[in-house]
């Protein structure tokens, strides 16, 4: 059986972000993460395309190295700019009057040559639901006796030419394009969030630094999605003003230790430096708290005001993921806003537990979905020079003993040598 091997690619605002990993006795083990900071990125547009070529060149082959096999193909995420959404109903006669994945496969196949707006490109097809004589369920028939299956289907759709442009950044570099996956439907997909809303609405914020993306899931189905052109920047920015201090450190200190709420803050000093005339400065809890305190409460406003009519809609929760979900204050906050339940989500996979990579797993779950309904298994890496490896290492070790492995593995560290990552 062929090794069901994938790897996804992110092209975040402020950096570029790549899982590879392997499916294997139906769990998929990560077998390396990259990121690396990139320049060249404003609000999804791309302003400086070689830089972004180079940062995605630089992790594409850093995994690769470490894979031992080149990476040929990838799944791409797409922001969610200019979403909509056709929910559709697709009815395909069965091929041998009972259900198989085949049929499904026939019915994405009729939903995608849907015609859809000029400026938009179809970027997920979504089986929602399948209606069998009659009987209707989220899960597909399979083996049922019928002449017809009836396939709900959501199109979701996303902004055509920042498509055309990522997609044209990879081929350029010589990476074909497994699949496109949006990216808020492959956080929805890796957190669950779609079973979640079977009595309640979720909001989902991805919170950035550029941006922010809002999502509405509800009755199983992603409904809408939103961006304010304002994230994590917005407060970043206001320190980096008063205290000149690198975007690295404004960074870690909003993050991890700032209070909201300024009574909680306290007078001693969090961060210590010397200014460019050499001066030695030191900046307390509370100083930072009250610098960014009315700037947090304008971002927090304007998500509160973006979310407010499905609040007063119903039964709702919110979720945060990305940069966001690293700040306790800010959830805290949000919470004390809107008056919901929330939570940061961040995923359980060995490996990949990082907020921000919570997309990239998404997309891989959602693909191999559609192997298991298509049976076209294309690993992302080149399997001849993977299966090579494999096999050289095998015969490497062949008619080793354990404890003959472990006195090789101690004279190589006395040797200085180094050990395969």
Same mark, same amino acid.
């Given at each position: ?17 790549? &899982? ?6 139906t769990?998929?083990?990560? +077998? ?8 060249? @990125? ?23 190295? +470490? ?10 995420? +797409? ?23 085949? %049929? ?15 400026? +938009? ?25 019928? %002449?017809?299956? @009836? ?7 996303? %902004? ?46 991805k ?27 917005? @407060?970043?920015?206001v ?18 230790n700032?209070?909201?709420d300024?009574n909680?803050?306290s007078?001693?000093s969090?961060f ?21 305190? *009315? ?14 009519p @499905? ?19 800010? &959830?805290d ?53 993977? *299966? ?19 006195? *090789? ?13």
């Amino acid at each position: 059986m062929a090794k069901e091997i994938y790897g996804a690619l992110e092209i975040a605002d402020r950096e570029i972000r790549l &899982i590879i990993g392997e499916y294997y006795n139906t769990r998929f083990n990560i +077998i390396r993460v990259e990121r690396t900071y990139c320049e060249g @990125i404003s609000e999804f547009v791309i302003t400086n395309k070689d830089k972004v070529k180079e940062a995605i060149d630089k992790v594409v082959k850093k995994a690769s190295k +470490i894979v031992g096999a080149e990476i040929e193909r990838l799944l791409l995420l +797409i922001p969610a700019v200019n979403f909509k959404r056709y929910p559709l109903k697709v009815a395909v006669r069965t091929q041998s009057g009972v259900v198989n994945k085949g %049929d499904v496969a026939n019915a994405i196949a009729k939903a995608m040559n849907t015609s859809v707006d000029r400026n +938009i490109l179809i970027i997920n097809a979504v089986c929602v639901k399948y209606t069998c004589n009659g009987i209707t369920s989220r899960r597909i028939p399979e083996r049922e006796v019928a %002449d017809e299956l @009836i396939v709900d289907i959501d199109l979701l759709c996303a %902004d055509k030419s920042i498509t055309f442009e990522y997609v044209s950044m990879l081929e350029e570099l010589g990476i074909q394009i497994m699949d496109i996956s949006l990216d808020m439907y492959a956080v929805c997909k890796e957190a669950a969030l779609f079973e979640q809303t079977v009595n309640q609405n979720i909001i989902l914020l991805k919170v950035d630094y550029q941006t922010t993306s809002l999502a509405l899931i509800s009755k199983g189905k992603l409904v809408n999605c939103d961006i304010l052109y304002d994230g994590l920047n917005y @407060i970043i920015n206001v320190v980096g003003n008063k205290y000149h201090l690198p975007f690295g450190v404004i960074d870690r200190l909003v993050k991890y230790n700032t209070h909201f709420d300024l009574n909680d803050s306290s007078n001693n000093s969090i961060f210590a430096w010397k200014n460019s005339e050499g001066e030695s400065r030191t900046i307390t809890e509370l100083e930072l708290s009250s610098t960014i305190k *009315n700037a947090v409460e304008e971002y927090v406003n304007k998500i509160k005001d973006a979310c407010e009519p @499905i609040l007063e809609s119903g039964d709702t929760a919110i979720v945060v993921v990305n940069e966001g979900a690293k700040m306790n204050s800010l &959830i805290d906050l949000i919470h004390d806003k809107t008056n919901v339940y929330i939570k940061a989500y961040h995923p359980e996979t060995l490996g990949a537990r990082d907020s921000s990579l919570t997309a990239l797993l998404g997309s891989i779950y959602g693909f191999h979905d559609l192997v298991n309904i298509n049976g076209n298994i294309t690993a992302s890496i080149n399997l001849l020079q993977f *299966n090579e490896l494999v096999d050289h290492k095998t015969t490497d070790t062949e008619g080793e003993t354990l404890t003959t492995r472990i006195k *090789n593995l101690f004279d190589s560290r006395n040797r200085g040598g180094k050990l395969d990552e």
